[in-house]
């Protein structure tokens, strides 16, 4: 029974635009939430993450949302660029020093 | 090096061989995790250490899996006659103790496995 699901294998944008990927969770107990970043032949890079506490999170072009009663997160990146073609994974944990649970990860393409 | 380090980056074995990858953690960091990636999924846990401690192998698959960090810092994962199900991306993952409520780990750039 996967605990964070991202329901969209793919996305595609055009450069400029808004890309939104989608994760919900299904863990009440979910306290932490993050974005990484894979490129291809390469380990995951940390790229925003969110409390909790917060309902928003804001680095430069990247935003991350939660909404806790709905157990769902966002990620937007505007603007899209090029450079941002990559699979995103959402992740979460429970507490402090807990493994992070992963989704299976959204296929970001940015089209020029 | 400044990130975390992860060798080979490539693998092949034969289904049966004993296979051993290893792991170099940020230098200082307490925690280390170690994630298999099958293809098209995201990755998944398998074993965590604080230090030298192995806290949680729950995700381990199977007893022929077992990790190691004898002196708190490089971690080797070993897996016992290797089977074509085994083939996988093998992710490394370290992270120091935060402070205000962070819990990112940094990745390695893994090892492939692939079982013939």
């Known amino acids: 029974d996967q605990q964070v699901k991202q329901n969209s294998p793919s996305l595609s944008v055009q450069e400029g635009r808004i890309s939104i990927l989608n994760c919900d969770y299904t863990?009440?107990?979910?306290?932490?939430f993050l974005w990484y970043k894979k490129y291809p032949a390469e380990g995951p890079t940390f790229l925003i993450s969110i409390s909790s506490i917060k309902d928003k999170n804001e680095d430069g072009r990247f935003t991350v949302f939660l909404n806790k009663s709905a157990k769902h997160l966002s990620l937007h990146i505007v603007p899209s660029q090029p450079g941002d073609s990559a699979v995103y994974f959402c992740?979460?944990?429970?507490?402090?020093?807990?493994?992070?649970?992963f989704g299976k990860g959204t296929r970001l393409s940015v089209i020029a | 090096g400044a990130g975390v380090s992860q060798s080979p980056r490539y693998k092949v074995a034969k289904r049966g061989q004993d296979v051993a990858l290893r792991c170099d953690p940020i230098s200082g960091h307490v925690s280390l995790f170690w994630y298999q990636q099958a293809l098209g999924q995201g990755p998944e846990f398998l074993t965590y250490f604080q230090n030298e401690a192995q806290l949680d192998k729950s995700g381990l698959p199977s007893d022929r899996f077992f990790a190691e960090r004898p002196e708190g810092s490089v971690s080797t994962l070993k897996i016992q006659r290797t089977q074509q199900e085994d083939s996988a991306v093998y992710l490394c993952a370290s992270s120091p103790i935060f402070s205000g409520g962070r819990r990112e780990a940094f990745f390695g750039q893994g090892t492939r496995l692939t079982v013939v």
């Open positions: 863990n009440s107990m979910f306290d932490y």
């Open positions: 992740a979460a944990s429970d507490s402090g020093n807990t493994p992070l649970v």
